[in-house]
């Protein structure tokens, strides 16, 4: 069976230092992979997508940055943290669009 | 620019009453349109509608697409405490998913 994962669960940074979030997928081969960030309590807005290795889609311009070194793994990242970053991010992988989207748990992280 | 509005934003109901959710979208090359429930974590998948009309059902949830509208409806019928959440539409376009703000729905005893 296909399953997600996503880590740390929470994270709590200062303004300025480093960030790295990841996310593997098990159970299948060569997903659609999705990093979405949501403020308290509202929707999904998306970050980055990915339909193959080496290939990231930006969809808005900011502070962060993403990968995809292997088939089945999803990195975030940012050199340094702002307030603004902070926020629910989840992970998604789908099949294709005839397929919906399977989300990990979540990373809340907290820039103080 | 693709746009997804879901309405309304809050929503206060009283258990056992019927509520209407509602999802319009402007998006290209439309291939899907899904409907997702969300608690404390991650959200979880209610519906995948791609055809316009047809009704897709689980238990007290239901939903249907209209094409021609370019929108969508989730109903639930004789709601419980347990339905209180965010619900969040989404609408697939090639390979990129875009979510509305979502409809807080809270339901009173």
């Known amino acids: 069976s296909q399953t997600i994962h996503q880590w740390p669960a929470t994270l709590v940074q200062p303004v300025g230092s480093p960030l790295s979030l990841e996310c593997t997928v098990e159970g299948t081969s060569n997903p659609n992979l999705y990093w979405y960030r949501q403020a308290a309590g509202r929707g999904l807005q998306l970050l980055f997508y990915?339909?193959?290795?080496?290939?990231i889609s930006s969809e808005v311009p900011q502070n962060l940055s993403a990968s995809r070194p292997q088939d089945r793994q999803f990195i975030l990242s940012s050199k340094k943290l702002l307030l603004s970053d902070s926020g629910f991010y989840l992970c998604?992988?789908?099949?294709?669009?005839?397929?919906?989207?399977?989300f990990g748990n979540g990373t809340r992280l907290t820039v103080t | 620019e693709d746009k997804v509005v879901q309405s309304p934003l809050s929503l206060v109901v009283h258990e056992g009453d019927t509520v209407t959710l509602n999802c319009s979208y402007e998006v290209t090359n439309f291939r899907s349109l899904l409907w997702y429930k969300q608690e404390k974590k991650a959200p979880t998948f209610l519906f995948m509608l791609t055809s316009s009309g047809i009704e897709k059902k689980s238990g007290r949830l239901s939903s249907i697409l209209d094409k021609k509208e370019l929108s969508s409806i989730l109903n639930i019928t004789a709601t419980q405490t347990g339905d209180s959440a965010i619900y969040l539409c989404?609408?697939?376009?090639?390979?990129?998913?875009?979510f509305g703000k979502g409809t807080r729905l809270h339901i009173l005893p």
């Open positions: 998604a992988y789908s099949q294709g669009y005839n397929s919906p989207l399977h």
């Open positions: 990915s339909v193959g290795i080496g290939q």
């Open positions: 989404a609408v697939v376009r090639d390979d990129k998913i875009i």
